[in-house]
């Protein structure tokens, strides 16, 4: 198992307001430039998906990984972890959201494998700048 790359962001909104973007999962193409489609296959009994298919283009990494998302420890929290996909054979993380306020600290989660051997250092490069990426924008979507 791949060790959990992490990155925590603060963002000028309410805890309310990043939860509406950051739980929207069928919307994140909208806003997040590595998701280039986002198909829901299974939803709760609140709506809330809990198994979605993604067309992820992560520059060098491109899949189209299905999802399970678990609901659990939500609003606080929400995990996800990896179904099925082409090249990848763990995605698995979570989202924390922590209310400061009027200002939200966001911790976002992620472990990646791939079935082809890829050097730990470089596994490591890519989801970091993934995560930083996706922190970035979800920042600016909100902040905008």
Do not use: C, H
Request: no cysteine; charged share 25%; net charge negative.
């Amino acid at each position: 198992m791949s060790s959990v790359t992490t990155s925590t962001v603060n963002i000028a909104a309410t805890a309310d307001a990043v939860r509406a973007v950051l739980f929207d999962i069928a919307n994140y193409p909208s806003w997040s430039s590595s998701f280039k489609s986002v198909t829901v296959l299974e939803s709760d009994g609140q709506g809330r998906p809990t198994q979605v298919q993604m067309g992820v283009d992560a520059g060098a990494l491109k899949d189209k990984p299905t999802l399970n998302y678990d609901w659990a420890a939500a609003p606080d929290r929400l995990d996800f972890s990896l179904e099925d996909a082409d090249l990848l054979t763990e995605m698995s993380g979570s989202y924390i959201v922590k209310d400061n306020g009027d200002e939200t600290e966001i911790t976002f989660e992620l472990t990646v494998a791939l079935s082809m051997p890829v050097p730990e250092m470089m596994r490591v490069k890519a989801e970091k700048s993934t995560i930083d990426l996706a922190l970035k924008q979800l920042k600016e979507k909100l902040e905008n």
